[in-house]
């Protein structure tokens, strides 16, 4: 049967480039197959964390995945760090990858930043610890925003070696799923960049706990160019930010870019502008007030978070035996 699953960095504050690369679409696919969703903060540890923060960010991107509108009874919902199986399959994948594949991951790249030799072994191992989320489930479909595909790729060849290695066709070849109108979603300073919690520059993003007046003073502010709107989004390539506003408008009203750029062809910025904080403000104003009420209530989440680990061990326990039987670990 097919299996979902996607993580998500318990880092900073959750921004429209998550809600519309990722959690919409979790949301999406929570009725279709089972769904396990898991609060990384694993990863998040690969780059320095405050405990504190960790703790209380772990607490809000879960209140983030409710209030979007996943149901936590349907769906698992959890943190990574209690369920000690997704660790004990990255050692095993950790011996499976080769140096010369995890090398060529472009994100250790921008993370290390110049000072390679400074990072963590941590950020370099971290795709072999996301291949182990995934496939210590054997999930067969993975949803998850543009820049996660190439992660996605180096899962497949792990699985694929492990199953050569070993003799066994064990684990799936997880398939990503992209999909909606805003993959990539851009930073409001620079069509270049991608939006991120990273981004020193608060105006670059919209979080999904921004009040009235941050919404619309960010897009006010967005970058653009003096030309009105085109018709035809092919005319939009060589223009990224005013790409990156169509491309957050038609998805956050669920229509397509090109019927976007038609009702808005031979606009100003400043009239489209001020529909697109509109329509901003109605779909992330309820999922901002639900995920404050929801932080008020860490006992709750951690309910929640408790019983989604249990029923994550329950499906992943079962398949780290069968891993370890296959590589012939003895359990005397
Ligand atoms: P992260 O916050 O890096 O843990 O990302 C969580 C999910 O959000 C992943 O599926 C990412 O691919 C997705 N995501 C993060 N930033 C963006 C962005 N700017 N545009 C689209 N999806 C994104
Ligand atoms: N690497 C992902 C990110 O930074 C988060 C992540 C960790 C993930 N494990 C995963 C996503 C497994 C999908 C599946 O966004």
Partial sequence: MD?????????????????????RNWVALQ???????????????????????????????TAG????GLDPDHNVLFNQSAVPAHAELAWVFN?????????????????AGKNKENASVGLYAYPNLMAADILVYKATHVPVGEDQKQHLE???????????????NFFPLTEPLIFGEATRVMSLRDGNNKMSKSDPSEN????????????SRKIRKAKTDPEPLPGDRKALESRPE?????????????????????????????????????????????????MARL???????????????????????????DVYDIVGFLRP
């Fill in 295 to 321: 932080v008020k209530d860490p006992g709750y989440l951690d309910s929640v978070l408790r019983t989604g680990a249990e029923r994550a061990k329950a499906i992943a326990n079962p398949i780290l035996d």
């Fill in 95 to 111: 011996c499976v990858a080769r140096l010369g594949w995890l090398n060529r991951m472009t994100q250790f790249k921008e993370k």
């Fill in 3 to 23: 299996r979902i699953f996607s993580g998500i960095q318990p880092t900073g504050d959750l921004h429209l480039g998550n809600y519309l690369g990722a959690l």
């Fill in 154 to 168: 180096l899962t497949r060849d792990i699985a694929q070696k492990f199953n050569n290695d070993y003799n066994q």
């Fill in 65 to 68: 995945l409710i209030a979007a």
């Fill in 204 to 215: 670059s993003r919209i979080n999904m706990t921004d009040g009235l007046d941050d919404i």
């Fill in 242 to 290: 005013a790409a990156n506003l169509i491309d957050i408008y038609a998805a956050l009203s669920d229509q397509s870019t090109a019927d976007v750029c038609s009702k808005f062809e031979g606009a100003q910025f400043s009239s489209f502008k001020e529909e697109l904080t509109e329509l901003a403000i109605s779909v992330l104003g309820p999922v901002g007030e639900e």
């Fill in 31 to 61: 009725h279709k197959y089972e769904c396990i969703y898991c609060m990384v903060d694993m990863h998040a540890i690969t780059v320095w964390q405050d405990p504190k923060e960790l703790a209380a960010s772990t607490r809000e991107v």
